[in-house]
Nanobody
Framework: VQLVESGGGSVPAGGSLRLSCAISGYSYGGYYIGWVRQAPGKEREGVAVIAPDGSTNYGDSVRGRFTISKNGAMNIVALQMDRLEPEDTAMYYC???????????????????WGQGTQVTVS
């Protein structure tokens, strides 16, 4: 499984960014895909998860501002981030796992497959 993130950058508070995760090397249909972030000096935090059936789940700090989605070919998972706050500044990772651990967002940090990450900075 290969995961490649893109779309990070620097934006002012209140702005938006759209992250993408290109997925290859497996059959997406059987995997949970998550976004995990890590800010300097802080632990990794599950942000959003999309299950094989398309259901989604979000962390409390981003619910209502972030949206996770997949394309029709199921090889791109996007994270639309709106009303960004300085506290959203972090490295964002795309993750994947067959288990999904019940689809719990906080368990996205347990997933076996990770991308290299993309930096998001909100000032």
């Amino acid at each position: 499984v290969q995961l490649v993130e893109s779309g990070g950058g620097s934006v002012p508070a209140g702005g938006s960014l759209r992250l993408s995760c290109a997925i290859s090397g497996y059959s997406y249909g059987g995997y949970y895909i998550g976004w995990v972030r890590q800010a300097p000096g802080k632990e990794r935090e599950g942000v959003a998860v999309i299950a094989p059936d398309g259901s989604t789940n979000y962390g409390d700090s981003v619910r209502g501002r972030f949206t996770i989605s997949k394309n029709g070919a199921m090889n791109i998972v996007a994270l639309q981030m709106d009303r960004l706050e300085p506290e959203d500044t972090a490295m964002y990772y795309c993750t994947a796992d067959r288990s999904g651990y019940g689809g719990l967002v906080r368990r996205a940090t347990w997933y076996n497959n990770w991308g290299q990450g993309t930096q998001v900075t909100v000032s």
